[in-house]
């Protein structure tokens, strides 16, 4: 059990009346076993983004909240908040920095704890406007403190450098590795990480192995063993240069490096998530496709199976909003898969996937928002079982109003520590816009309303007015 003293508040005080409270550990940590356990406890933890966060007057400048997994889940009262005008973070909070617009983590130095790697999309770079900066924040007994920056090996590239990042590794050497991309059509591998030094080495991807394939902007990146072979695999979510087409580039890990396997045309370019939907040992792909497509009014998401050939390139299934199963209807407009998150809610060994529909009408409120929690099975990701939560879900904490934006993030992972998934929530036009976190439990029977938590920037020491945007992202 962490605790905070009065001491270690006034410490840590933010210019900016932002609060990070760095939680003292147990004496013994144990090495950390996930790629979000950031303090080396034994479970994970939940960072959200706020990416428009005034600090100290300068607006949207951002912060991005951690707060610590527990047996009891997360609260408000265990966290850290983190802005550039964070003593050991590099840089300075600056207006339009959007300091969290993307996230990212991983034990990239090998110490036992994992890292927060954050990006700032709006940060200009010496005349560069709008260049963009990556940051790692590092873990430790104590939860996260101190960073260092990964600097743009082409400044004048492309734009928004951070715009997207992943971890894993990607070469096979134990040694989890960072993806970052970009407006452009490169994609940077940084790699051999220390504390002192940061990225030793770095390589850029070459995103148009095969002619005419290379992306126009990574969007979106996800990292996980497609193939089985016991190295990560990319995928990297954009458009092609060539055809505009809209879907994912698949990139195949090995020792020698990343080639390119795939192109999946899934008719959107935004996202993307991996994991093993049908408990045979090979990621998954899942893609989202707002709507409009032929597939859906209103949104759809799609599964390609992985094998040990890699991904496959024609879509196993396509779910919406008139699947059979699935809550609500398939409306124009709805963005059913505004965000994806996969894992195992229910401990069954098969992954569930979570989709946001940021604009569902629920009531007469529009743009309230929802979550879709889908089940995993033999088969594949099914209608079957699926789960719909609003504000006005009995047991969740609110009430569904306009513009809220319930589903603006989706996270599955087990804050507790009992091996099944909880869904963290993100509603960043909650007390518009402001935000809001919520938190719901895995159980054995899936999700469930059950000691739900919620909390907002007042709880979490951050300013109460402004546009904050908290729960834009999650990881």
Known sequence: ???????????????????????????LAAPATYADDFNGDGYRDLATAAPYTPVGG???????????GSANGISAARRTVLTQDTAG?????EQ?????????????????????????VGEDVGSDADGGSVTVVWGGRSGLSGGKSVPDPAVAAHDEYGMSLAVGDFDGDDRPDLATGSTGSD?????????????????????????????????????????????????????????????????????????????????????????????????????AAYGGDGRSLGGSVSVWPGSADGVRTRPQTTIHQDTAGVPGADEEGDW????????????????????????ETVGSAKIAGSVTVLRGSAAGLTGTGARSFTQNTEGVPGTAESADRFGSAVRLSDLTGDGKADLSIGSDGENHPSGAVYSLRGSASGITTKNAVSFGPGSLGMSTTGYLRLGQDML
């Open 336 to 359: 059913f898969g505004n965000d994806l998150s996969v894992a195992d809610v229910n401990g069954d060994g098969y992954g569930d996937l979570a989709v946001g529909t940021i604009h």
């Open 1 to 27: 059990m962490r605790r905070q003293t009065a001491a270690a508040l006034a410490a840590t005080v933010l210019a900016a009346g932002l609060t990070p409270v760095l939680l003292a550990g147990p004496a």
């Open 58 to 68: 300068r607006t949207d400048a951002g912060a991005v909240v951690v707060t610590y």
């Open 96 to 120: 339009g920095d959007r300091f969290g617009k993307a996230l990212a983590s991983g034990d990239l130095n090998a110490d036992g704890y994992a890292d927060l790697v954050i990006g700032s």
């Open 89 to 93: 973070i590099p840089g300075t909070a």
């Open 187 to 287: 994609v940077w591998i940084h790699r051999a990480f220390t504390k002192a030094a940061g990225a030793q080495d770095r390589q850029e991807l070459a995103t148009g192995l095969q002619p005419g394939n290379s992306i126009r902007g990574a969007q979106s990146l996800a990292a996980g063993d497609i193939d089985g072979d016991g190295t990560d695999d990319l995928v990297a979510t954009g458009s092609r240069a060539s055809t505009y087409e809209d879907g994912s580039f698949v990139y195949l890990g090995a020792a020698s490096g990343l080639t390119e396997q795939a192109f999946l045309v899934s008719g959107g370019w935004e996202l993307a998530a991996v994991g093993d939907l049908n408990k045979d040992g090979f990621a998954d792909v899942v893609t």
